[in-house]
C-alpha cells in the first residue's frame, strides 16, 4: 500500500511562515499535489511538483527531492484566510492519487 | 461556467436504504473520481473511470457502485452492504490519467445515515 505521513497539526502567527513536511513511500512515482481545504469545502489545486527542486507560486513554494521521498509546502506571509487543512497527494505508479490525512494550519493573529 | 457540481450538499438517509449522488462536469474531461472523507483520514478512493462506460475500483469500492454512461455524469450509489456510509463524498474530474493532470474537486455531498 501507500504511505504518505504528514503532521496532524500547526500553529503560526499572521505575517509568518510555516513549513508543512510530507513523506511518502509508493510503488511508483508519477508527480506529487498540494492541495488546500477549507472546513466543510473542496480541495483546491495549490502545487505540482514531479522533478527535483523548488516551485514558487506567489506566496506558495513546493519543493520535492524525489530520492528522498519528502516535500514541503512553505507557505510565506501567513494570512488568516490561510487557516485550512493543507493536503499531500502522490500519484503512484497506476497513476492513482493518494492522499495524505492533511495538515490543519492555525494562523493566530 | 465550468466546473463540477455535486447535490444534494448534504443527504440523511435511514439506515438500509440506497441513496444516489449525484456528479456533473462541463469541464469536457475523460477522467473522473470518487472519494470519501472521514475525520483525521485522508482522501480514499472510491471509483475511477477513465473513459466513457468504463470504470475501476478503487481502493474501498465495497458496498457502492458507479456508472459512466456519459462524459459529463458519474454517479455514485451508497448500498445498503456499506456497513459505515456516513461520510463527505467528494467527485473529481481530470483531463486524462497522466502525470501532470490535476484533479479538480467538486463542492462535496455530505451523506448522513441515521
Known amino acids: 500500500g501507500q504511505n504518505i505521513d504528514q503532521p496532524t497539526e500547526m500553529t503560526a502567527t499572521e505575517g509568518a511562515i510555516v513549513q508543512i513536511n510530507c513523506t511518502y513511500q509508493?510503488?511508483?512515482?508519477?508527480?506529487l499535489f498540494w492541495y488546500q481545504q477549507h472546513a466543510g469545502e473542496a480541495p483546491t489545486f495549490l502545487s505540482y511538483?514531479?522533478?527535483?527542486g523548488l516551485e514558487e507560486k506567489g506566496r506558495f513554494s513546493s519543493f520535492l527531492s524525489r530520492s528522498k521521498g519528502y516535500s514541503y509546502l512553505l507557505l510565506k506571509e501567513l494570512q488568516m484566510k490561510d487557516s485550512a487543512s493543507y493536503l499531500c497527494a502522490v500519484r503512484d505508479g497506476d497513476y492513482k492519487l493518494s492522499f495524505g490525512a492533511g495538515t490543519t494550519v492555525t494562523v493566530r493573529a | 461556467d465550468g466546473g463540477i457540481t455535486q447535490s444534494p450538499k448534504y443527504l440523511f438517509r435511514k439506515e438500509g436504504q440506497n441513496v444516489t449522488l449525484s456528479c456533473e462536469q462541463n469541464l469536457n474531461h475523460d477522467a473522473m473520481y470518487w472519494y470519501r472523507q472521514d475525520p483525521g483520514q485522508g482522501l480514499r478512493l472510491i471509483y475511477y473511470?477513465?473513459?466513457?462506460?468504463?470504470?475501476q475500483k478503487g481502493d474501498i469500492a465495497e458496498g457502492y457502485s458507479v456508472s459512466r454512461e456519459k462524459k459529463e455524469s458519474f454517479p455514485l450509489t451508497v448500498t445498503s452492504a456499506q456497513k459505515n456510509p456516513t461520510a463527505f463524498y467528494l467527485c473529481a474530474s481530470s483531463p486524462g490519467t497522466s502525470g501532470s493532470d490535476t484533479q479538480y474537486f467538486g463542492p462535496g455531498t455530505r451523506l448522513t445515515v441515521l
Open positions: 509508493t510503488s511508483g512515482f508519477n508527480g
Open positions: 511538483n514531479v522533478l527535483d
Open positions: 473511470s477513465q473513459i466513457v462506460n468504463d470504470f
